[in-house]
């Protein structure tokens, strides 16, 4: 009994730690709808700052010192990227700010880097917080009784700025209804900049706190973001007292988890998750978005113009042409060009016609490249079976998950997927006797007429370019503009006797079944598959490469996968710094190209032929 | 090191291979390696062993390089940590910089994954660094040679001072995944054979890098094991070990550690270093034989720091590299993979020797308990472990192995 | 012939009472309409008709059927046209492409995967847009319409399906008054040529006066009153409701 109690309070230290990096990014959304990815990397330059500074000044005062000067340095970094880059993208599309925090985060690694260098650091542990005491006969950190104190401490402050202050009251205030808030005459402007500074902040301090209770080092970030978002999405977006509760039960889930089946640790919260979102698909004490009226409608979608297909035609025969001139190595990176084009053209369906933004389509190019290589090696069978399999696994796979998926909107829809693509990473990872587990399955290499590399090239192209033409026609088909009908206005599809819910659904099995061909293109094309098909990282590439081209228009997702594939591998080759130099360049590109690149030429050379 | 300091020896070593390539264009071209390692995803373990592979490049190419007057020219990439980048860049280093062999990579997926291309492409792959023996039997390849002391020679290693303790009530704490899960199995199955009395009465297997450290400390104890067997490494082990002393998991329980005698994470821990665990690791400071001083000499002058056990692997692999070509007369592939076969090559650990069986070297590590000498972590009462010494014998070694 | 026959129709928010024991019935071609101040729970009751919000109580029949409780699309099918008081149209659509969706769900066609829907029932589209006079904006995008054409277009929209009721909620807001005259008597011809029932929502009280057949009142959810315009009009309790307001009378009293 008493070893439970002691469990329990390790689970609210933790649950402290998790509250105040989430509180942060609720606040952030509720305000700003930022989707803020870059929330990890404050959380990780606030531990980093804080380390720094209690190891320079080797004293109490430098370790509390220190505390402070990495919540601030977040704090006040956030607000310069408020003004310095994210008020330029609010008339955008939504989420693209989202490929712009992204372009931070790269930044950060590498400055974090050059900074500090890459061996982890250890800070000194907090004065006077070194013991343990005993409760109930267990032995309890005395600094874990500092963390649960503050925990509660900060969300009572919270709670007092935000109902006795009036700039606290304002912020509700924009979070209940942004434009209502504008109308009032309050400088919005001034307050997403203190509301950045403010999320970031308590990012920072979250990350500075865990000084004494590990080393500080270059994983932070990634670590960190992903569980904060589970705990605000879990409490309900712009909700502090949600992240609060949210932060509570997975804190208390990882403590008593671990002793009821240590293996889960991997994969509870997003199985937690995905529960709660299934029950209350706005969190636990989330309410409804208010349904945003005027904001900036996406332009008209028109079919080309002939020439455009005649130069789309004449393009593919450029391609098909490359083996002549090609050598084996310049093919292999077409094909996975192409494959990506594939992969972003159908994440494309989902968030450009669907409306319905994924952080997990990597779960189906995952499924699919796992198809084919299970089929392969388990089977004996090779790309005349493996290759099916792959989209039918995932179109599978979709179709389950999509049930759940469409009931929600908008990042509630999003965190799901990413739970199903988390659960799916998991059992890759750890079913070791099936899918080889974090090793892989090695060797799944197209026989027959298609074991050249060329031949094999030929194959993706013919596959992608169908595929991409598909899902072209789709678009401009009825069912294309029953999604599209869908997603503007949902209130008036019902009315005109629509099943939005179940076209969406149908969306997005479709979109998992083109994923999981390119998923299935991929493993043949590399020989491998890993794990690493399913993780958050191959999901976040595919929103990079549509939000990058344009999720407006058709042709950007094609762009976006084909600059940003170029760019990853041209710079990992060259560069020594390439994260920094990528993240730099889609900052730029974002500043530039508002709409996505395909979207701000369109809009560039459309004006003068519309209105 | 400052990282002004550490940017321009960068830029010294990299003018002086250079240089040295130049010059050696004159004679005859260079000789190419095409090397991959995860230099963004994990820097603190891999610029150590770039360190080491570059100092190897600079001596031998200041002898007059290879073959008859040839330099050595490194291709250098980085994977960013993803097995997928790995393969896309070990084709690039295979189809457009010729090069004649490949080596690096650290991961033991990602090892793995560079094996099978360069199987598949029939190009010898120097594995460095990656621990699974996947890489070299039930996975292993006739291209494909691993440098680095395996997970099962490692545990093999700790299991005769293990076995040695009084303790029969067994902990293990690892990361979930293959490496944690062949290191507890390996450790488990040597412990028993030579200590059938032992139990094992509680695993722990956190996340890789995302330990939540108190809970984990508090099952552990509550199962009131008395030795435990550690697994966890880097930002894990530093938590781990936090917890661990704080709430007294430690007190009077012995702890045998995979790994943790390393440079690359017991000086992090600096004077909180555990005290008293058995452990594999690297002691730089105490190796006093004349390899190794003369490989920790010329380190410290190139680089102004210690080196790590990233370090003697970089170091170590270009140096097999440049035996391998001698003994092969030619830079062909299957001259290569026969020169690899049996190679001895003089490392700062002594003389290691690649066996043909199943293409492992016989490098060791050294075994010891780790202690804090002027508010640093290090290993006292060590003992090098020859590899050779645990390894099964060739012939079964290849039985483990696909047939060719 | 009896289109609609509402009975006993109840619904609560959280203990406030917005609709409370709402009965009524429309005819084919006739036009009626529901006024009362805001608040009264004119939308609610709309949003009950439908189907966008399910009655705690009491019965909607169409044609006889019973449809409370069925969703939006459902109501639609069996032949429910309505515009909204606040437009939802297809934003990122042209006007003559709402239409089209419209038609394509009408004749069940949303599933097609390859013929372009470009083609589909647009003359038919074109012909209802040019009965709501929005012929000539056919090909502009939804977005940049102001808001009279959007309600326009929204009466296209409701009439896609040929139904035999339409229910429009303030159809007329935020006309100038000679569009709000034209499409009033738009959808009186409507009613008179095709024997349309319509019930309508309007604050516009000369539109209500000069178009409605019979008009019910409402107040805090409940029927206060019912008839013809004069009727209503002479109704003390209404006159109460309305009293000050001047809006029941400004124009006729004139």
């Not at chain 1, 220190?66 to 704090?75: D, N, S, V, W």
């Not at chain 2, 390692?37 to 190419?61: C, D, K």
């Not at chain 2, 936090?242 to 943790?260: H, I, P, Q, Y």
Request: proline share 5%; hydrophobic share 50%; glycine share 12%.
């Amino acid at each position: 009994m008493s070893f439970l109690l002691a469990q329990f309070l390790s689970g609210l230290a933790q649950a402290s730690s998790l509250f105040l990096v989430a509180s942060g990014l609720s606040i952030i959304f509720g305000v700003t709808r930022i989707v803020n990815f870059a929330h990890g990397s404050f959380y990780m330059i606030g531990a980093y700052a804080a380390c720094w500074v209690a190891l320079t000044v080797d004293s109490a005062a430098g370790f509390w010192g220190g505390i402070a000067a990495g919540a601030l340095a977040a704090g006040i970094l956030g607000a310069v990227m408020e003004r310095g880059l994210l008020r330029r993208l609010y008339r955008s599309p939504e989420l693209f700010q989202l490929l712009a925090t992204f372009g931070v985060v790269l930044v950060v690694q590498d400055a974090v880097l050059a900074l500090w260098g890459p061996e982890d650091l250890l800070g000194p542990r907090a004065p006077g917080l070194t013991g343990r005491v005993r409760l109930w006969g267990q032995p309890v950190p005395l600094y874990d009784l500092f963390l649960m104190v503050l925990g509660p401490v900060v969300f009572a402050g919270l709670w007092l700025l935000f109902h006795k202050t009036r700039w606290g009251v304002l912020v509700r205030a924009a979070t209940e209804d942004r434009e209502m808030t504008a109308a009032l005459g309050v400088n919005q402007s001034h307050l997403f900049t203190a509301v950045l500074f403010l999320g970031c902040l308590l990012a920072g301090l979250g990350g500075a706190l865990q000084i004494p209770r590990g080393s500080v080092n270059l994983h932070m970030d990634m670590a960190m973001v992903v569980e904060a978002f589970v705990v605000v999405v879990v409490g309900g977006l712009g909700s502090v007292g949600g992240a609060f509760l949210a932060a509570l039960l997975i804190g208390q889930l990882q403590a008593f988890g671990i002793l009821i089946f240590p293996e889960i640790t991997l994969v509870l919260v997003f199985l937690v998750m995905a529960v709660v979102l299934v029950l209350r698909p706005y969190g636990l004490l989330g309410r409804p978005p208010v349904e945003a009226r005027g904001g900036e409608a996406g332009p008209v979608l028109r079919p080309a113009p002939p020439w455009a297909g005649w130069m789309a035609a004449g393009g593919v025969a450029a391609l098909a042409c490359a083996p002549l001139v090609a050598g084996d190595y310049a093919l292999l990176v077409l094909t996975e060009t192409l494959i990506l084009v594939l992969f972003a053209a159908s994440l494309h369906l989902l968030m450009g016609p669907g409306g319905m933004v994924s952080f997990g389509h990597a779960a189906w190019f995952g499924l699919g490249a796992y198809a084919a290589a299970l089929v392969f090696r388990h089977l004996g069978l090779g790309l005349a079976v493996g290759l099916p399999a792959a989209p039918l696994l995932a179109a599978a796979g979709a179709l389950v998950a999509g049930w759940f998926c469409v009931r929600l909107s908008g990042v509630y829809l999003a965190m799901l997927t990413l739970a199903f693509a988390q659960i799916l990473w998991s059992v890759a990872f750890q079913w070791t006797a099936v899918t080889g587990g974090d090793n892989g399955i090695l060797g799944v290499w197209p026989g027959g007429p298609f074991a050249a590399r060329w031949a094999y090239y030929e194959l993706t192209l013919a596959l992608v370019v169908a595929g991409v033409v598909a899902l072209r026609r789709v678009v401009f088909a009825p069912f294309g503009w029953t999604l599209r009908a869908g997603r503007d206005s949902p209130l008036r599809a019902e009315a005109l006797g629509i099943d939005v819910r179940r076209h969406q659904w149908m969306a997005f099995t479709a979109a998992g079944a083109f994923a999981g061909l390119a998923g299935g293109l991929d493993a043949f094309a590399k020989g491998s598959v890993f794990p690493t098909h399913l993780d958050i990282s191959t999901s976040v590439d595919g929103l990079v490469m549509v939000l990058l081209g344009g999720v407006q228009t058709l042709a950007g997702p094609l762009v976006g996968a084909v600059v940003f594939h170029g760019l990853e591998t041209e710079m990992l080759r060259h560069v020594p710094y390439w994260r920094a130099v990528l993240g730099g360049i889609i900052i730029v590109l974002v500043l530039a190209f508002p709409q996505g690149i395909v979207g701000a030429l369109s809009h560039r050379f459309g004006r003068s032929r519309d209105s | 090191m400052s990282i002004l300091s550490r940017l321009s020896l960068h830029g010294f070593l990299a003018l002086a291979v250079t240089a040295g390539a130049c010059g050696a264009a004159l004679a005859a071209d260079p000789i190419r390696i095409g090397e991959i390692n995860s230099y963004t995803g994990l820097p603190a373990f891999t610029i150590p062993y770039r360190q080491g592979w570059e100092l190897a490049v600079a001596e031998i190419n200041a002898a007059g390089g290879l073959l008859g007057g040839r330099m050595l020219e490194v291709v250098s990439r980085d994977d960013g940590g993803k097995p997928e980048d790995a393969v896309r860049t070990a084709n690039e280093l295979i189809a457009n910089e010729k090069v004649a062999l490949l080596t690096g990579t650290y991961f033991s997926h990602i090892g793995l994954a560079v094996a099978d291309v360069a199987a598949r492409n029939k190009v010898l792959f120097l594995a460095a660094e990656p621990l699974t023996d996947a890489i070299i039997w039930s996975k292993g390849n006739p291209y494909t040679f691993r440098l680095r002391p395996g997970t099962a020679m490692q545990a093999g290693m700790l299991v005769d001072d293990a076995a040695k303790l009084s303790a029969r009530r067994w902990a293990t704490v690892a990361p979930n995944y293959e490496y944690g899960q062949a290191a507890v199995a390996a450790f488990k199955e040597k412990l028993k054979a030579k200590r059938p009395d032992v139990e094992f009465v509680a695993e722990q297997w956190p996340a890789q890098g995302k330990i939540d450290a108190g809970a984990t400390v508090q099952a552990l104890a509550a199962a009131k094991p008395e030795a435990i067997f550690n697994v966890t490494f880097g930002p894990d082990l530093a938590k781990f070990v936090r917890e661990g002393t704080t709430r007294g998991l430690f007190d009077g329980r012995a702890v045998v550690s995979l790994l943790t005698g390393e440079p690359e994470y017991l000086v992090p821990l600096k004077d909180e270093a555990p005290e008293g665990w058995i452990v594999t690791g690297y002691p730089w400071d105490q190796v006093k034989t004349p390899e190794h001083v003369g490989f920790l000499t010329a380190y410290r002058n190139a680089y102004n720091d210690f080196p790590r056990l990233g370090s003697v692997v970089g170091y170590t692999a270009m140096k097999t590299i440049a035996a391998a070509i001698a003994k092969a007369g030619s830079t062909d592939t299957p001259a290569l993979v026969e020169a690899m076969k049996g190679l001895s090559v003089e490392s700062p650990f002594g003389i290691i020797t690649f066996r043909a069986g199943d293409h492992q070297s016989t490098m060791g590590a050294f075994v010891g308990t780790t202690a804090v000498k002027n508010g640093q972590g290090t290993m006292i009462d060590w003992r090098y472990a020859d590899g050779a010494a645990f390894l099964p014998p060739e012939d079964e070694a290849a039985k483990l192995r696909p047939a060719e | 012939m009896t289109v609609l026959s509402v009975s006993g129709l109840a619904k609560a928010y959280g203990g406030v009472q917005a609709v409370r024991g709402v009965s009524f019935t429309l005819a084919a071609g006739e036009m009626l309409a529901l006024i009362g101040p805001n608040g009264a729970g004119k939308s609610t009751c709309f949003n009950m008709l439908n189907g966008q919000v399910r009655p705690d109580a009491g019965s909607v029949k169409l044609l006889g059927r019973e449809i409370a409780g069925l969703p939006p699309r459902a109501v639609w099918r069996l032949g429910v046209g309505r515009t909204f008081q606040i437009t939802a149209t297809f934003a990122a659509m042209t006007v003559v492409e709402n239409v089209q969706m419209a038609l394509l769900s009408h004749h069940r066609r949303l599933l097609g995967w390859w013929r372009p829907a470009a083609r589909l029932y647009r003359d038919e589209a074109m012909a209802l847009l040019e009965r709501v006079g929005m012929g000539a904006q056919a090909d502009r995008p939804a977005a940049v319409l102001a808001y009279g054409d959007l309600k326009r277009l929204e009466l296209a929209l409701a009439l896609a399906n040929g139904p035999a009721l339409l229910l429009m909620d303030e159809p007329a807001a935020g006309m100038a008054p000679a569009e709000r005259e034209a499409l009033m008597r738009l959808t009186a011809s409507l009613a008179r040529e095709q024997g349309v029932a319509v019930l309508f929502t309007e604050h516009d009280m000369d539109a209500v006066f000069a178009h409605a057949h019979r008009i019910l009142v409402m107040h805090q959810g409940a029927l206060i009153a019912e008839g013809t315009p004069a009727a209503v009009r002479a109704d003390p309790q209404v006159q109460a409701v309305y009293l000050g307001s001047g809006a029941l009378f400004g124009g006729g009293a004139a």
